[in-house]
């Protein structure tokens, strides 16, 4: 849980890197946020009010940490508009997302080892 609210901490920093866990942790934990506003709405009969507005709160958050993910494998952030393209650029871009991180420091920051409980 604490990756979830690290990066709700880094709201729109788009400079540095995010290693695996802190992506995909902050993915997985929006994903089922999303799944119960979803039932929560449809209990309620409002349609998808709550999770529209909950959608439009982590959407700076969510492309912050694409970016510093693409970052930490030594991709720019722009990488990102693949996924534009139908079918082809969003399994491009997931690729790219799941790559491990290049163990060395480059322009977008130090490489940081994960520590040995992060897995």
């Known amino acids: ?59 700076l958050p969510g492309l912050a940490v694409s970016v510093r993910r693409l970052h930490d494998t030594d991709r720019t952030g722009w990488w990102l508009l693949i996924s534009l393209i139908p079918i082809v650029g969003t399994i491009v871009l997931l690729v790219f997302l799941a790559s491990d991180s290049k163990p060395h420091d480059n322009a977008y920051g130090p490489y940081a080892p994960a520590p040995a409980s992060a897995y």
Do not use: C
Request: charge should be positive; glycine fraction near 6%.
């Open 1 to 59: 849980m604490h990756w979830y609210v690290d990066v709700l901490k880094q709201y729109a920093t788009f400079s540095g890197r995010a290693r695996r866990p802190e992506f995909w942790m902050f993915t997985l934990i929006n994903f089922i946020i999303g799944i119960v506003l979803s039932i929560v709405d449809s209990a309620l009969g409002t349609s998808p009010v709550l999770g529209l507005l909950y959608s439009l709160a982590v959407l």
